[in-house]
């Protein structure tokens, strides 16, 4: 299935990894938002516990009411990363093949390391956002191992070492 989701002509990846930037660092700034407010929310339902009044209820309750406001946020900041990410890994391919389509070797070196961004984001610190497998589907949705099969073909004719592109493709691939 290839809905072309991601079939903007003329963006550019690093178009595509700025946005990555900017819905990332929201993320973590609601996540540090979310603590501050588990840690108050900790409290007033330890003060409710010891004494239960109407006020202090209500300090629970909006404790609770603000968490969930936030909580709301993430998904489609999470969205938004991994739908920005699959859109940088499709034009970063689709550029790579071209130049080797076109024995273009400089730009088919630079192609592969803008995949370098694309591999840190995928990977960095899953103990905060687990992007992987979401990120996986949503590359096979849009038919990206295909052309990274036809990616891996023509790096392998044309003889290029290709690092980055061996992590993409061991990210997506999931092996």
């Known amino acids: 299935m290839n809905n072309n989701t991601f079939d903007q002509t003329g ?3 690093y178009t595509y990894i700025s946005q990555v930037q900017s819905a990332y660092s929201r993320f973590l700034q609601i996540k540090t938002q979310l603590r501050f407010i588990e840690n108050t929310f900790n409290v007033a339902n330890d003060t ?9 209820l209500g300090i629970l309750q909006n ?10 946020q993430l998904p489609s900041i999470v969205d938004s990363i991994v739908i ?3 859109g940088a890994t499709k034009n970063a391919l689709s550029s790579m093949q071209f130049c080797l389509m076109n024995n273009n070797r400089m730009g088919a070196i630079l192609s592969e390391n803008t995949m ?10 899953n103990s905060q ?3 992987l497998s979401y990120y996986r589907q949503l590359c096979i949705n849009e038919g990206i191992p295909m052309q990274i099969s036809d990616v891996e073909m023509r790096a392998r004719m044309s003889g290029i070492l290709t690092p980055n592109f061996d992590r993409l493709k061991m ?5």
């Open 129 to 131: 956002l687990n992007l």
């Open 48 to 56: 409710f516990e010891k004494n239960p009044t109407l006020q202090n």
């Open 84 to 86: 920005n990410l699959v």
């Open 116 to 125: 370098a961004s694309i591999c840190t984001y995928t990977e960095q610190n």
């Open 11 to 13: 963006t550019n990846v």
């Open 63 to 72: 404790a609770w009411n603000q968490k969930y406001n936030f909580m709301q």
């Open 171 to 175: 990210i997506i691939r999931g092996y």
